[in-house]
T-cell receptor, first 111, second 113 residues
Framework: KQEVTQIPAALSVPEGENLVLNCSFTDSAIYNLQWFRQDPGKGLTSLLL?????REQTSGRLNASLDKSSGRSTLYIAASQPGDSATYLC??????????FGAGTRLFVKA | SAVISQKPSRDICQRGTSLTIQCQVDSQVTMMFWYRQQPGQSLTLIATANQGSEATYESGFVIDKFPISRPNLTFSTLTVSNMSPEDSSIYLC??????????FGPGTRLTVT
C-alpha cells in the first residue's frame, strides 16, 4: 500500500530564503509525482508534474526532483516571497491511476 | 490545462438530508475523480467517475452514501446522502488527461449541522 509522507509539516522562513520541501513514498512503482499548492479554503493548483521517467522539472522559481529508487521527491523554492505562503502537497500516482496525497507542508514566508 | 467549475461553492445542510455537487469541465476529459478533504487533513480519493458506467469506489466509500453520475465527458455529480456532521468536509472534483496531470476544481465546502 502506497504511503506518502511530507516533511516538514510546517515551515516559517524570512522572505528571500531558498527552501526545500520533502516528499517520500513507499512504493517506487509510481506513474508520476505531482506537486500542488493549496491556499486556505481554496482548491489545488498544479505546480509541477514529474513523470516516472524524468528526474526533474522546473517552472520559474520552482524546481522539483524525483528519485524513484530512494522513494523521494523534493520541491525547491528559490528566493521565497510572502505570496508563496500556502500549503504544498505532493501526490504519487500508481497503477490504475490511484493517487495518494501527502499531508502537506504549511509554508509561511515572513516579509 | 482544463478549467473546472463546481456548484455549489459552499452549503450548510441539516443532518439526514442529501446534497448533490456538480462538476463541469470546459473540455472533454478521460478521467474524473471525486476527493474529500476533511478539516485539517489531506485529500482522500472517494471514487473515479466513469462515463456511462458505475463509478469505481475506494475502500471505505460506498455507492449508497456517495452516488456518482457521469453522463458525458464534461460533467459529473456527487451526492452526499443522509448526511451527518462527520460529512462536513471540502469535496473536490479533479480531471486528468494525457500524462495524467491532475487539475482540480475550486471545491465545495459542506457543513452539516
Amino acid at each position: 500500500k502506497q504511503e506518502v509522507t511530507q516533511i516538514p509539516a510546517a515551515l516559517s522562513v524570512p522572505e528571500g530564503e531558498n527552501l526545500v520541501l520533502n516528499c517520500s513514498f513507499t512504493d517506487s512503482a509510481i506513474y508520476n509525482l505531482q506537486w500542488f499548492r493549496q491556499d486556505p479554503g481554496k482548491g489545488l493548483t498544479s505546480l509541477l508534474l514529474i513523470q516516472s521517467s524524468q528526474r526533474e522539472q522546473t517552472s520559474g522559481r520552482l524546481n522539483a526532483s524525483l528519485d524513484k529508487s530512494s522513494g523521494r521527491s523534493t520541491l525547491y523554492i528559490a528566493a521565497s516571497q510572502p505570496g508563496d505562503s500556502a500549503t504544498y502537497l505532493c501526490a504519487a500516482a500508481t497503477g490504475g491511476f490511484k493517487t495518494i496525497f501527502g499531508a502537506g507542508t504549511r509554508l509561511f514566508v515572513k516579509a | 490545462s482544463a478549467v473546472i467549475s463546481q456548484k455549489p461553492s459552499r452549503d450548510i445542510c441539516q443532518r439526514g438530508t442529501s446534497l448533490t455537487i456538480q462538476c463541469q469541465v470546459d473540455s472533454q476529459v478521460t478521467m474524473m475523480f471525486w476527493y474529500r478533504q476533511q478539516p485539517g487533513q489531506s485529500l482522500t480519493l472517494i471514487a473515479t467517475a466513469n462515463q456511462g458506467s458505475e463509478a469505481t469506489y475506494e475502500s471505505g466509500f460506498v455507492i449508497d452514501k456517495f452516488p456518482i453520475s457521469r453522463p458525458n465527458l464534461t460533467f459529473s455529480t456527487l451526492t452526499v446522502s443522509n448526511m451527518s456532521p462527520e460529512d462536513s468536509s471540502i469535496y473536490l472534483c479533479s480531471v486528468a488527461q494525457d500524462g495524467y496531470e491532475q487539475y482540480f476544481g475550486p471545491g465545495t465546502r459542506l457543513t452539516v449541522t
